[in-house]
C-alpha cells in the first residue's frame, strides 16, 4: 500500500494561526529561502558546512543536538508570519515573540500530543544552538558577525504533564532585520503537509525564484548545491527522479510543478498559477529559444547559463520586446564583468 505524499490535514480549520491573529499566512524569510541554512537530515547532523556560491559564502556550526533541520524552520515561519501581520495591523512589533505551544503546533500541522511538545522542545534547542557566518544582507544589512537564528528561547509555563503552555522566543536581528525590511514571502499552507525535507527545500527556492513566473530552470548540480544536499550526485538525481514521478502522479507540490528538462541536465519547476497576484513577486517572462541557451554557452562557457538566467530574470524591470535578445545582451554583461568560471 503506498504512502500518500502528503501529510493529513491534521487541524481542518480556515483559522491558521490560532494566536491574537487568526488570518496571518505563513511567510518565509528569502535569505534562508535562497541558501541552504537548514538540513535536510531526520537524524542528527552534526558536520560544520560551508557554502559558497556567486560572492555569497555561510558557515554553520551546530550544537551537540545537532543543526537546525528543515522542519525546525517551521517555529520561524510562525513567528515571521505573526510579526509581518501585526506590522501590517499597525502594531508595535519586537524580536521577542510569545506564544502557546499548541497554537503553534495547529497552525504547523504538527501532532498535539505529548510527542509533538518533545518535538518541539528539541527543535527550540537546535534553532538556539546552530550559529551561522554570514556576509548575507538582510534589510541592507551585512551580517558577519555569528549569530543564531534563534538568540533565546523559553518556556513560559509547563503543565504537570510535562507539555508547554506558553514560549518565548528571541529572534536574532539578522532574521528581525529581514521582517522590517520586508524581505519575506508567503508561503502556501500545504508546505506544512510536504513529508520529505528535499521537497519542502524545493518548494522554497521555487517560491522565491520561480515567484508568479511562468518557470524556472536550474541545472542539476547547482539545484544540488542551493538544496544543501550532501548526497552523491547520481543519489541526488535519483532522488529528484522520485519526487518528480511522484508529482506527476499525485500533484501534490504546492503552487509548481516539477520535471526534467528536455535533456534531464537540468529541473523546471513550472507554475501551477495558484501563487495569489497580491504577493506576486517580479515580472513575468517568457520561456526562451531552446537555441538561445546554446549560443548563451558559447559566450558564458564555463558558467551556468541557467542561473545567468535566474539572475536576469530577477534583474529585469519590465518584458522586452524581444526576451532572447535581451537575455543574450545580458550574457555578454555578464561575462565581460566576471569573466570565464
Not at 72 to 82: A, E, G, N
Not at 85 to 103: C, I, K, P
Not at 324 to 332: K, L, P, T
Request: net charge neutral; with cysteine; proline share 5%.
Amino acid at each position: 500500500m503506498s504512502v500518500a505524499p502528503l501529510l493529513p490535514d491534521r487541524h481542518p480549520t480556515p483559522d491558521f494561526f490560532v494566536c491574537d491573529i487568526f488570518d496571518a499566512a505563513p511567510k518565509g524569510d528569502m535569505a534562508s529561502m535562497e541558501h541552504p541554512i537548514f538540513s535536510l537530515s531526520t537524524k542528527p547532523d552534526t558536520a560544520v558546512r560551508t557554502y559558497e556560491h556567486r560572492g555569497v559564502t555561510v558557515k554553520i556550526v551546530p550544537s551537540a543536538e545537532g543543526l537546525a533541520t528543515v522542519h525546525d524552520r517551521d517555529i520561524l515561519i510562525y513567528c515571521i508570519s505573526q510579526i509581518v501581520r501585526a506590522a501590517n495591523d499597525g502594531r508595535e512589533v519586537s524580536r521577542t515573540v510569545r506564544f502557546h505551544a499548541s497554537d503553534l503546533l495547529k497552525a504547523t500541522n504538527r501532532m498535539t500530543t505529548g510527542r509533538g511538545y518533545e518535538l518541539l522542545k528539541a527543535a527550540l534547542e537546535r534553532l538556539a544552538g546552530t550559529r551561522i557566518s554570514t556576509n548575507i544582507a538582510t534589510g541592507g544589512q551585512e551580517i558577519f558577525e555569528n549569530f543564531g537564528l534563534v538568540e533565546r528561547s523559553r518556556i513560559v509555563r509547563e503543565t504537570r504533564e510535562g507539555r508547554m503552555q506558553e514560549v518565548e522566543i528571541v529572534l536574532s536581528d539578522w532574521v528581525f532585520n529581514a521582517i522590517q525590511a520586508r524581505e519575506v514571502l508567503t508561503l502556501s499552507r500545504d508546505y506544512f503537509r510536504l513529508r520529505k525535507p528535499l521537497e519542502r527545500r524545493l518548494y522554497e527556492l521555487a517560491r522565491k525564484h520561480c515567484g508568479a513566473q511562468r518557470e524556472w530552470r536550474i541545472g542539476l548540480n547547482v539545484l544540488q548545491k542551493k538544496c544543501g544536499s550532501n548526497s552523491q550526485p547520481k543519489k541526488f538525481r535519483e532522488l529528484m527522479t522520485s519526487i518528480i514521478n511522484e508529482d506527476r502522479e499525485h500533484g501534490h507540490m504546492p503552487d509548481y510543478r516539477i520535471e526534467w528538462s528536455e535533456n534531464r541536465d537540468c529541473v523546471v519547476f513550472r507554475s501551477r498559477g495558484t501563487v495569489p497576484v497580491d504577493v506576486a513577486e517580479g515580472i513575468e517572462l517568457p520561456p526562451l529559444d531552446p537555441e538561445t541557451y546554446d549560443d548563451a554557452r558559447e559566450i558564458a562557457q564555463g558558467w551556468d547559463v541557467h542561473y545567468i538566467e535566474q539572475e536576469w530574470r530577477s534583474w529585469a524591470k519590465e518584458t522586452p520586446k524581444n526576451p532572447d535578445s535581451a537575455f543574450m545582451g545580458f550574457v555578454a554583461k555578464w561575462v565581460a564583468k566576471r569573466g570565464a568560471a
